[in-house]
Each structure stands twice: as C-alpha cells, then as structure tokens.
C-alpha cells in the first residue's frame, strides 16, 4: 500500500511561494526586533544638557550628549526602525493572504496547538539549538523535503515530543523565559496546561494534549546527564532520561519550513531522516514498548526510509554523517531496503 501521496505542480509552487514569503518574514522580524527594539529619546541633565538615551530590557544607557553624531543616531533609529516595522507589516500581510489558499490547496498540515509550541519555542532561539522536535511531528518536516504528504494515519497525534540538548548555554535562554521554564510558556499558549506529577517531564492541557521533555541517557550511568530543566522553578517540567535518544542527538539535523493546519508556515529541526528511520526500527523491536506503538513504529520507520530511497537518494545511510550511529543501528539499514522482486507477479495461479 503506498503510505504518502505526491504533492501536484500546483501544490508544490504554492508551498515554495509561502516558504519564500515566511523566510522574508522571519528574518526582517528577527532584524526589527534586534536593531530597534525599546526606545530612544533625549533626556535633559541636571546640569541642562541634552543627552541621548537607549532603553533596552527596561534599562536606560546613555549614549552621550547631544551633538552632530548623536542626532544622526537618533534620526537614523526612528527611520529605520518605521521603515522596518512597515516592511514586517507587509510581509505579515502577505501570510495572512497566502493562508486560505494554502488551506485550499491541502497543505495544512501541522496541528495547530503543536504549531504554536514550536513557534513559541523558535522565537527564544531554542529551536535547533536546545530542543529539536521528535517523534511524529519530524514527519512534516520529512515529507516537506520529499514533496509528499503521508498518509494521515500515521500522522496522526495528541502530543508533541521535544528533544532536550542538555549541552545547550544558558545564555540562550531569555529571562522572561528562565522565570518559569517550559511550563511556564506552555501556559501563555494554553492556560489549562499543567505537568502531571511533581517532576514530571510531561504536561497536558485540558483536551488530553500532551507535552512531553525527553534527552538521552548520559554514557556514564552515574553522571546526572547534564541540565534537564530550562529553570529552577519547581512546576518546571524536568526531562526524563530514555535510552537510545543520544543516537538523535548527535545525527545530523534537517530543518524545513511547514504550514500549519490554518494555512500559516513554520520553521523547525528534527534530527536527521536515516537516524529517525534507524530509531524507529529499533523502538519497533523493543519488547517493552507497547505493541500498538511498535506496530506503528515500524511504519515511520518503513516509510521514511521509502521516501529517502524514491525521493531523497542523496541520503545515503552509508555515508560518513553517520558515524556517530552505533554500527549495529547502521547496520539495520539493510532491512529498510526493498527485497528484490519481492511484488514480482507470479505466472502462475495459486493453485
């Protein structure tokens, strides 16, 4: 049965159209909000003089007395930042009318609370750098690169998987975000979201969604693994440790721009496709997984790697990327290809 249904020229061209449009997008919005953010304005000393000040974070730096040089920084601040702000508004527009049509022409795709996640988490500079996405969700990104859709069946999903990188800096992690970690933000999307237990690496949300944080086992069993909070607040999810994780970690990452089930575009990193088709084959072989999980396990795995050898044949899971991969998982490479003329019709009945 063939699991993932080829997108039209026509599908095709619109995706393009929109991933183009949102690159524009999200970089001038990165720009406005990183060359003109806060304020500038005079403010007049005690001794009378004028000086030219820059709130940044709430915090006031002076930038020195009025004269020739600090007018130009000042003009060129305010007519840069309108003229930024003017284009993020165009470009904003522009998604806004590509939207419906991209809902029109089937290319929504991703759930919508699972879109509002990453996009959260993107906007902090942690996507593809402290969290990749794992799981089911990495299938939109997959079949984006292919120019396919996969069949909803194994799509299908009331949760999302978020891969912690404990090496990732501190530094990366706004203060407005370090306050309340994870949780903290899952409820600025989702009010009614709330970790299970104490501790707990898991959060759901009134509708049974769920969030779970997971990372690698450390190679030194008695090592505590490096962070596994994004804060020390004691609601904050805490990720649990699960084997077999530190093979996604360490492969290389992919990344693709999606569109979400209303028709807008995002951008996120999943591990790479041989290491999730390799992963998945192992769960599907692990006698204490659930078994309706295994089953569906080896699907992705059977159907990623189907997309790598019909559209992505670049991709080759002998090549030298891989290294960091146990050879025995590289090795299970071998039973994600087809057998030769295993569909070979037979010439005779079946008597």
């Avoid at 089930?261 to 599907?284: C, E, I, M, N, V």
């Avoid at 204490?288 to 999980?293: Q, W, Y």
């Amino acid at each position: 049965m063939n699991r993932f249904k080829e997108l039209s020229s026509e599908q095709i061209r619109q995706h393009v159209d929109c991933e183009q449009a949102y690159e524009v997008y999200h970089k001038s919005l990165r720009e406005y909000e990183q060359r003109f953010s806060g304020s500038m304005s005079w403010k007049t000393s005690t001794n009378d003089k004028e000086y030219l000040y820059k709130k940044t974070s709430g915090i006031w730096k002076s930038l020195g007395p009025r004269s020739p040089e600090t007018e130009t920084i000042y003009s060129q601040f305010h007519s840069g930042r309108a003229n930024s702000k003017e284009r993020v508004t165009r470009l904003a527009q522009r998604l806004d009318e590509l939207a419906p049509v991209n809902r029109a022409m089937a290319l929504g795709r991703v759930p919508l609370l699972t879109a509002r996640i990453i996009r959260a988490l993107d906007k902090l500079g942690l996507i593809g750098t402290a969290i990749d996405v794992v799981g089911t969700n990495a299938l939109f990104v997959y079949e984006r690169l292919a120019g396919v859709h996969i069949s909803s069946g194994l799509l299908s999903t009331q949760d999302v998987d978020l891969l912690m990188d404990s090496r990732f800096s501190l530094r990366l992690i706004a203060k407005d975000f370090s306050n309340k970690g994870l949780i903290g933000l899952l409820q600025k999307i989702d009010h009614s979201f709330a970790p299970l237990a104490k501790n707990s690496y898991r959060a759901a949300n009134r509708d049974g969604f769920l969030v779970d944080l997971i990372k690698p086992t450390p190679k030194n069993l008695m090592s505590t693994g490096g962070k596994s909070r994004f804060s020390a607040d004691a609601e904050d999810l805490q990720a649990i440790e699960i084997e077999g994780l530190s093979w996604l970690v360490n492969s290389p990452k992919t990344s693709a721009v999606a569109i979400d089930q209303r028709g807008y575009p995002l951008g996120y990193s999943t591990p790479d496709l041989r290491a999730f088709a390799l992963h998945k084959l192992w769960l599907s072989r692990r006698a204490d997984r659930d078994a309706a999980k295994r089953v569906r396990d080896g699907m992705q795995a059977r159907v990623v790697a189907e997309l790598i050898r019909t559209r992505l044949p670049h991709l080759s899971f002998e090549s030298n990327d891989l290294q960091a991969l146990p050879l025995a998982l590289r090795q299970l490479a071998s039973e994600l290809l087809p057998v030769e003329n295993e569909e070979e019709p037979s010439l005779t009945p079946n008597w």
